[in-house]
Every structure is written in structure tokens, then in C-alpha cells.
């Protein structure tokens, strides 16, 4: 039993002998798969329809457009050639319809173009493709290695996604986050800030495995990725490079509140950069760390107690419900009680201010949930693998994650806040006339 001579087999295919059986060995993306097929069949005519009702409404708009003698002057005009973007599910042929303005010749800056929105101009990838490509570089696989790949993953048919290719994707890549590091933020300002520390399973070409990542809300309620790097999650060294580094690209107006746990090296970067600005300890994470230092008998009890701490209507609620876990568990579990007690004022900050926001601001949630799915998907097994490299890979999804953030509950409240209007217990403190006092800069 063995594997017939090379020179005997076609080129480019194996064959196996079992007893009296040729078996023809699958390669890569050579698999007929009829499932397959029959979602891009699907997907072609999902698009087509989807193209086919754009341009209809963007003719409906120009419909009362006329020509000279009276005749219709934006019309259809045939197709584009069809062209094929690479998806998840593999190559998907697609036919852009074609539209003239017959008022205008195609060098005329004026002339009425049509483009749709689903199917941009020299689009060749979906963004899931540009998702999956960081993906698989964190993974470990090499710029060589690609093409195997993704004919594994998405066909035989992959084209445009050569190693040259996918290598000038990745120093584009590396350009685009180079920009975003050196961007202006002098025009910015953020309500509040999120901040964690991530470990990536990556092996990085240093001792520095975190991702120290900054996200913060604008005063329309928009999340937005303020910052991240490289550094030491308990090293205030590393937190303040970051903030200074915002600090300098024009970011002069601090936070209101700043969310995170109870990383020493970030709250003391954080005091000496933005002195003024609420802390607001993580409950998630205080949480876990207080029934760590509980028994397992405990625990679930423990928890429904924390729970009426932080989910108590009112701050003097808050305080009753903290007070009785103390009493309750003081006698026994001292280290428990402590590590929740050092830490109260901060755990309560929440409830100066709005109500709306309080899901928001009673854990780093923004950031575990982001990275959740980042940070299992990088196990590199080839090498080391660059800061700046893993740093611009961990970008492109961060960004493409980004565009899904929701806006916050409660966003009209964030103005107000700006303006140094105060909450007690949630809601809005309305000055009397006689006590209003002008607000300044400062506040």
C-alpha cells in the first residue's frame, strides 16, 4: 500500500491506493458543498434586489429632472461589469446597475452619479473578510500561509487575498493606526471614561502582555475608543504615559466620572493627571474579588447581599444595605469586609449622577464585553509577535466592533452635566432662584 509516483498523478492532485481503490485526496477548498452554493445563489439575489431597489429610489428622487426637449434626464443606462466580493461565504458575483445623466458628460463635475451604499466603487471584501484577516494573523497564521487558509475557510475561489496582498493590507493597517495614535483631540470631550487592563494570549516580543484600553462617552452619548497600549496593568508608569499622551494631543477637559477596578497603577495616574474627576469603582470585579475571600457555602448569599448594595433605589438605601453586610460578615470574614469597605466611597459615586446612566457606570462592561471575544481568538503559536504588529491587529477589530457600541440610555443628561448641573440619587438638583450660582469655567 502506498502513494502512486507524482509523475503518474495529475498535476496538482494526490491519490491514495486501498487495496483496490484509487481515492482522490480533497485538497483545500476543493470541497463541493451544495449548502454553500446555494447561499451565494441566495445572497447574489439578496444583493441584486437590494442594488435594484436603491437605484429605483434614487431615480425616484430625480424623476421630476428634465432634459432640454422635455425628456427624462436621469435614466437607467445598463450595467457596470460584474465583478465578484470576497464575503464570508466565499466569492459573490454581483452586477452594478448603470445610470446616466444625459445633461451632463462624464468629465462634467456636475453630472448626476449614482453609487450604492451596500456596494461601494472598488469594493473587492466585505468588512467580515477584513474582520477575519487580524483574526487569523493573532492566531499565529503567517503572511505566507494566508492563501491556504482562506481557501480552506471561504473556497477555492478566494482571490485578491494573495500573501502580497494580504501584506499590503497589513501595512495599511499599521498606517491607519499610526494616524489614529497621532489624531487631534483638541475638539473632543468626554463625559466619562471606561478604563481596563486586557491580557492578550498573544506572546508579545516583550514582557508587556496587556492591552491597556481606554473608552469614553461623548456628550451626545456616543461611545468612542479614547485610547489604548501596550503596558503593565498595575503600572502607574505605563497609565500615565497614556493620559498624558491624550493630555498633549489637545484632551484638556477632564472626565466627569472615571469607571474601572481597583488597578492601583491606573487610580494613581488618574489622580495626578485628572485630579478632580469622580472615581467609580467596578462592582462586577469588587464583586468577584470580595467572594473570592468567602467560602463556597457563602458565596451565594454573600452575593444577593452585594447585590441589594448596588441595586438599592436610593444612596441611604445603599448605605443601609452596606452597612448590614458589614455587621453580617465582619465577625468571621475580616478580609472580605475589608476589601469591600476600603473601597465604599468609590463603589457609591454612581448615585451622583443621572439615573438613566447608572447600568453604564456601575461596571467596566464596555470594555469586558468588547474584548471578550478578541482576547480568546489571539493564541499565537509561531513566535513572538510585534507590539506595534499586534497593536494595529487588535485596532482593526476594535474598530470595527466600535460601530456597534450603543449609545448610552439617557444621553440628553450628559449636557447637563457638562454645565455642572448635580444629581442626588439620580435625579436632577434644581437650584432656587436665590441659591442659583454662575457657572464657570472651572466647573
Not at 461611545?223 to 493630555?247: I, M, N, Q
Not at 438599592?312 to 465582619?330: I, N, P, R
Not at 489571539?378 to 499586534?390: D, E, F, M, P, V
Request: hydrophobic share 40%.
Amino acid at each position: 500500500m502506498g502513494v502512486l509516483d507524482a509523475s503518474t498523478s495529475p498535476p496538482k492532485e494526490q491519490y491514495a491506493v486501498s487495496k483496490d481503490n484509487i481515492i482522490k485526496l480533497i485538497q483545500p477548498g476543493n470541497v463541493d458543498d451544495q449548502l454553500t452554493e446555494i447561499l451565494r445563489n441566495g445572497a447574489r439575489a439578496l444583493l441584486a434586489q437590494a442594488v435594484e431597489a436603491e437605484v429605483a429610489d434614487f431615480l425616484g428622487k430625480h424623476a421630476d429632472l428634465k432634459t432640454a426637449d422635455g425628456h427624462q434626464r436621469v435614466v437607467r443606462h445598463g450595467h457596470l461589469p460584474e465583478r465578484e466580493v470576497m464575503t464570508g461565504i466565499g466569492p459573490v458575483a454581483v452586477r452594478q446597475p448603470r445610470v446616466r445623466d444625459r445633461e451632463a458628460d462624464a468629465t462634467d463635475p456636475d453630472r448626476i452619479r449614482f453609487s450604492p451604499s451596500i456596494l461601494p466603487p472598488y469594493m473587492r471584501r466585505s468588512k467580515s473578510i477584513e474582520t477575519l484577516l487580524p483574526i487569523l494573523y493573532l492566531k499565529g497564521i503567517s503572511t505566507g500561509d494566508f492563501s491556504e487558509a482562506l481557501a480552506a475557510l471561504l473556497g477555492k475561489d478566494a482571490a485578491g487575498l494573495s500573501a502580497s496582498a494580504i501584506g499590503r493590507l497589513k501595512d495599511g493597517w499599521l498606517d491607519e493606526h499610526t494616524a489614529w495614535q497621532k489624531r487631534d483631540l483638541s475638539a473632543k470631550r468626554y463625559v466619562y471614561i471606561w478604563d481596563d487592563g486586557i491580557h492578550l494570549q498573544a506572546r508579545l516580543e516583550d514582557e508587556k502582555q496587556r492591552i491597556l484600553v481606554l473608552i469614553g462617552a461623548t456628550p451626545e452619548g456616543r461611545k468612542e475608543l479614547v485610547g489604548f497600549t501596550d503596558g503593565a496593568r498595575e503600572s502607574a508608569h505605563d497609565w500615565r504615559d497614556l493620559l498624558l499622551d491624550l493630555k498633549r494631543r489637545g484632551l484638556d477637559a477632564p472626565p466627569r466620572l472615571v469607571i474601572a477596578d481597583g488597578a492601583l497603577g491606573f487610580w494613581k495616574a488618574a489622580g495626578e493627571v485628572w485630579p478632580r474627576t469622580r472615581e467609580q469603582r467596578c462592582w462586577v470585579h469588587k464583586t468577584a474579588n470580595v467572594l473570592a475571600k468567602l467560602p463556597k457555602s457563602q458565596q451565594p448569599k454573600a452575593k444577593r447581599a452585594l447585590q441589594e448594595i448596588w441595586m438599592a433605589e436610593t444612596k441611604a438605601a445603599a448605605e443601609l444595605a452596606f452597612d448590614a453586610f458589614v455587621e453580617s460578615y465582619a465577625l468571621k470574614y475580616e478580609k472580605a469586609v475589608d476589601c469591600l469597605s476600603k473601597d465604599r466611597d468609590a463603589l457609591l459615586a454612581f448615585y451622583d449622577f443621572p439615573a438613566e446612566h447608572w447600568k453604564h457606570l456601575r461596571t467596566t462592561n464596555p470594555i469586558e464585553s468588547t474584548f471578550a471575544t478578541v482576547r480568546h481568538r489571539t493564541i499565537r503559536s509561531k513566535g513572538c509577535l510585534s507590539n506595534r504588529t499586534a497593536l494595529a491587529m487588535v485596532f482593526k477589530l476594535l474598530e470595527a466592533a466600535q460601530k456597534s457600541w450603543c449609545r448610552l440610555d439617557g444621553h440628553h443628561q450628559l449636557p447637563k452635566l457638562v454645565l455642572g448641573v448635580t444629581f442626588n440619587d439620580g435625579i436632577e438638583v434644581i437650584a432656587k432662584p436665590t441659591d442659583r450660582q454662575p457657572i464657570t469655567a472651572a466647573a
